[in-house]
């Protein structure tokens, strides 16, 4: 069974600084995918970045960024000038790859206030 | 806004109360899912379906009974529920069942209250 540890219940930063959210997780699966989700005040989950274990470089959207680790198991999210609507619930997850394959394994989550 | 619309987006019942949450999609998604979402827990996955055939049943109690008819539209009907069953309900959609991680889009959840 995977696992996923997020052990930064809540984190604040300022405005239009930087701020990075750990996130570490155990399996003993090869071929797989991790995500970060944003749950805002409007509880609607969305995607904010995703991982392929087989992919060396790490996954970058804009402002946001991972560090993915594979050997430590560790994929932390790195949020660049942060603003007033990052303010959120941040969920990192885990998916086993294969056909059929769909269980999103999540941490318990990060609430992250962004400071005006 | 996500294409996953659930409601009703808040729902107060009692024990023996009978209700359905709602879920639709027209996103031509596949694969369909129902979480549970508790403080300081993480996500739960309830139920899964994939082309209307359900593929997922988590050791959920039979006081919660999912139901899709048809690709677009998911159901969780609820009776007898206990206090502890009080959570936010979240439904979710992907293109197909973990094809190459295929992102799950989530709706706004229902938050669900059993006095």
């Known amino acids: 069974a995977q696992t996923v540890t997020q052990s930064q219940p809540e984190m604040s930063v300022q405005e239009a600084e930087t701020v990075t959210l750990s996130c570490t997780y155990d399996t003993s699966e090869n071929n797989y995918y991790l995500f970060w989700y944003k749950q805002p005040p409007s509880r609607q989950m969305i995607l904010v970045i995703r991982q392929e274990a087989y992919k060396q470089q790490n996954a970058t959207e804009n402002r946001f960024s991972v560090n993915f680790q594979k050997a430590a198991k560790s994929f932390s999210l790195k949020i660049s000038d942060s603003q007033l609507g990052d303010t959120a619930m941040y969920f990192c997850?885990?998916?086993?790859?294969?056909?059929?394959?769909?269980?999103?394994?999540f941490g318990k989550g990060t609430k992250l206030s962004v400071i005006p | 806004e996500t294409g996953v619309t659930q409601t009703p987006r808040h729902l107060v019942m009692g024990m023996t109360n009978k209700k359905s949450l709602k879920c639709e999609q027209h996103?031509?998604?596949?694969?369909m899912y129902w979480y549970k979402q508790s403080a300081k827990k993480p996500l739960e996955l309830m139920f899964v379906y994939s082309l209307e055939e359900r593929v997922e049943n988590n050791s959920v109690p039979s006081r919660f009974s999912p139901e899709c008819p048809n690709s677009s539209h998911l159901f969780l009907h609820l009776h007898t529920l206990q206090p502890e069953d009080s959570a936010l309900y979240l439904c979710a959609s992907s293109l197909s069942l973990g094809f190459m991680g295929t992102e799950a889009f989530f709706g706004q959840g229902t938050r669900l209250t059993v006095v």
């Open positions: 997850a885990f998916m086993k790859a294969g056909a059929g394959s769909y269980q999103l394994t």
């Open positions: 996103l031509g998604h596949n694969a």
